[in-house]
């Protein structure tokens, strides 16, 4: 360990980690609610907030930062719904007006702050958490960086509201509308959360900046959505990937002798770039797999039913078709599942010419069971939704391949069960 | 407050230069803006701008000296990689816009700071060159910027002048306007290429945290007084040219600030800060969607059927009213 990082640079780790969990904690109810783009906003306007306190009081102490931003949070969220509601401007724009006008004010503010006083534009930005571990205090024997004094204290105070709060939390994200009539107060959670977001935010911008927040506030709570379902299952996930972001950031960043804030926002990036691609069910790997295989199954299924329908033309002879084409198949799609059929000896090759398929046994069990759910849908759509008999075939071409209704086909005279077009539902299979 | 009218009408030479490039550039970001703003894409423009920052810096570190078309170009490969991770991510995925805009803004900027800090350290060992597209240095404008920033410019507008009549279409009614066989992909991206565009070349003016303003406060500002389209747009291209050629002024003969520091007034907050001034007056006084109109309609409303009530609470009385049927 000690040739991996010094024991100054583990300190500033374990500060931005501390920084990172509960920054990424919050922001998972952020990306719930759709609310991504106000951290975006908050993390922007706190620029003014922070210089004001700063020029205020003349020190960096971090109550007054934490009152100032507290106050810079408020007013973004109070402007921001004020244009949209009167100017009818839409909320992305009125977000959007607000905070880079905010933060122009601050930009201004910055160029203003005399030079004797010590505030550096740049660490507001960008953050400098290598140099967090230069103003050290000592607390219970043990010496840790100043800021630790005001990032612990937030953050414990953020993640004790998550736990201590958790299911009116959940319902207040969920079903805003419900948790109302609930009696639960909305606007007031809705208020703390946004509070606490807005102190880790300012007690983070030293160490991450505050434009590199924004990158902890979405990416560990979208990377954990991309996971999994659960709530309680995402918060733990999101605190993880955010530390996980501020370690490997941290090490990467002292190894390449490059930025750690923008280490730790490109990992946290990387990692849900990572999760969107490989993610098991929302990934785009296991998405696309999922799209080719329904393709493929379609595809054998509609060449089972063709054939089936052929084979009932000839009155239970076999040997029937010159080849897939005839199944309305693209060719390639045609032949793989041609392939595949034959793989699982539902099909043959007609032994006469090599060309022809042919159903098997077993074949004509599984295509029977395909066109009995056709004709079923068919019947469906024609006895519950009334639709014309020239319009049943096409939607029950699609809907055969999914379940089948819960229908008491319509009997003819002699009791056997037919679809609207005459022909014969075949039985169910024994 | 005479240097200020000096300034802009622009009597000198370089600050000629500078009202040029940046009265170009506000008005066609303006005008830009409003099809943004409509199409709900106001904040795409932010995440471009971040985005483009590790585009700056990779086309600096590649030929090692500040040369603007070469680092613009930078930035707008990387802006549009930005625009089309969130595009086809937003497409492709559950996840949703705002969180995708918010992760590109963040891990493409942490990039940039990263390359920032390899530069840095790095042989040529100046940043200077690039510290300006982050703040916005408009005052650093030379004649070659404005020129190539105002034909830039020229073309945009030129481009939504042509095709006016499709981007409105897309803009109020995609569906319709797909069902009139129009490309509307190729229309969306021709937005989304132009929203590119602006942002990139209004980044060395006010910089990249900065530019989404350019964008949209002067389109916000005027659909505070118009509903229709065409005034829109050149409501917010006067808007934005004004205001950044007023917002440069400022910046320029403004007595060099009141701190100790003597630093100067930044050219490119000025610009942001002057459009919000004139937003804030428009959203109070505007005459149908403003603030004042707004709540004075309210009360009215309220009045008359607080009015309402009261008549046939009074007719209900007479047991002759109606009642109820408000």
């Known amino acids: ?430 | 407050m005479n240097e200020l009218v000096r300034f802009i009408t622009m009597q000198d030479g370089p600050n000629r230069t500078v009202a040029i490039g940046v009265g170009a550039l506000g008005v066609a970001c303006g005008m830009v803006g409003c099809f943004a703003l409509l199409r709900r894409r106001a904040l795409l423009g932010d995440a471009v701008a971040h985005a483009s920052l590790p585009g700056i810096c990779l086309a600096f570190m590649l030929i090692g000296e500040r040369n603007l078309p070469l680092l613009l170009v930078g930035a707008l490969v990387m802006g549009v990689v930005g625009a089309s991770v969130i595009g086809l991510l937003h497409r492709a995925t559950r996840v949703k816009d705002d969180a995708l805009i918010a992760i590109v803004i963040g891990s493409f900027f942490g990039l940039g700071v990263v390359l920032l800090s390899v530069i840095q350290r790095g042989p040529s060992g100046n940043q200077a060159g690039i510290q300006g597209f982050i703040y916005g240095k408009a005052a650093s404008m030379v004649r070659a910027d404005a020129i190539t920033i105002s034909v830039v410019a020229c073309v945009l507008v030129a481009m939504l002048f042509a095709l006016f009549k499709e981007l409105r279409l897309v803009t109020f009614d995609s569906d319709f306007a797909r069902g009139l066989g129009r490309p509307v992909r190729a229309l969306d991206g021709l937005i989304l290429a132009i929203i590119c565009v602006c942002t990139v070349i209004g980044l060395p003016a006010v910089g990249l945290l900065m530019v989404v303003a350019l964008l949209i406060v002067p389109a916000a500002t005027a659909r505070c007084w118009t509903e229709s389209l065409g005034t829109m747009v050149v409501l917010a291209g006067i808007i934005g040219g004004v205001t950044a050629i007023v917002g440069a002024g400022l910046s320029a003969v403004l007595p060099a600030a009141a701190g100790a520091g003597g630093s100067t007034w930044p050219t490119g907050p000025m610009i942001v800060l002057s459009a919000g001034s004139v937003f804030v007056v428009s959203a109070l006084i505007a005459p149908r969607r403003g603030v004042i109109a707004g709540l004075v309609r309210h009360h009215r409303a309220k009045r008359q059927i607080l009015a309402r009530v009261r008549a046939e609470r009074v007719g209900a009385g007479a047991g002759a009213g109606p009642g109820g049927a408000a």
């Open chain 1, 1 to 430: 360990m000690s040739e991996l990082v010094s024991l100054t640079e583990l300190k500033n780790i374990v500060a931005g980690v501390c920084v990172a969990v509960p920054i990424g904690v919050l922001g998972s109810f952020l990306v719930l609610r759709r609310m991504s783009l106000l951290g975006d906003a908050i993390s922007h306007a706190l620029l003014p907030g922070i210089i004001g306190a700063f020029v205020l009081t003349g020190t960096r102490d971090p109550i007054a930062m934490l009152c100032g931003a507290l106050v810079i949070g408020l007013v973004t969220v109070g402007l921001s719904s004020c244009v949209k509601r009167y100017a009818r401007v839409p909320e992305d724009a009125s977000l959007g007006v607000v905070f880079s006008v905010l933060f122009a004010l601050g930009v201004v503010m910055l160029s203003l702050v005399p030079r004797g006083l010590d505030f550096d534009p740049d660490c507001v930005l960008f953050g400098q958490l290598e140099f967090l571990a230069m103003d050290s205090v000592q607390v219970m024997g043990v010496s840790m960086p100043r800021a630790m004094l005001s990032i612990v204290p937030v953050g414990v105070l953020s993640l004790a509201f998550v736990i201590a709060l958790y299911p009116r939390l959940k319902l207040v994200t969920f079903d805003p509308a419900l948790a109302g009539a609930l009696g639960v107060p909305v606007a007031l959670y809705s208020g703390i959360m946004l509070t606490l977001t807005s102190a880790t935010v300012v007690t983070g911008f030293q160490s991450v900046g505050s434009v590199l927040v924004v990158a902890l506030l979405a990416a560990p709570g979208a990377t954990a959505q991309l996971l999994t379902d659960r709530l309680s299952r995402m918060l733990v996930l999101s605190g993880c990937f955010a530390a996980s972001s501020a370690v490997i950031g941290c090490v990467l960043a002292i190894q390449l002798n490059v930025s750690n804030a923008g280490m730790i926002a490109v990992v946290a990036g990387s990692q849900f770039a990572i999760a969107i691609v490989f993610a098991p069910r929302q990934g785009l790997v296991s998405r696309t797999l999922a799209r080719v295989r329904l393709a493929a199954r379609i595809a054998r299924e509609d060449l089972l039913a063709t054939l089936y329908r052929a084979w009932e033309l000839r009155q239970g002879r076999r040997s029937d078709l010159p080849d897939v084409s005839i199944a309305g198949l693209p060719s390639a799609r045609g032949s793989l599942a041609a392939w595949q059929l034959r793989r699982a000896s539902l099909i043959e090759n007609d032994p006469a010419s090599t060309l022809a398929l042919r159903l098997t046994d077993a074949g004509l069990t599984e295509a029977r069971e395909l066109v009995r759910r056709h004709r079923l849908w068919e019947t469906y759509l024609s006895s519950n939704l009334g639709l014309p008999p020239d319009h049943l075939h096409e939607p029950s071409h699609r809907l055969e391949h999914f379940a089948v209704p819960d229908v008491v086909p319509a009997r003819d005279e002699a009791g056997r069960a037919t679809d609207p077009h005459g022909r014969e539902i075949p039985a169910p299979r024994a």
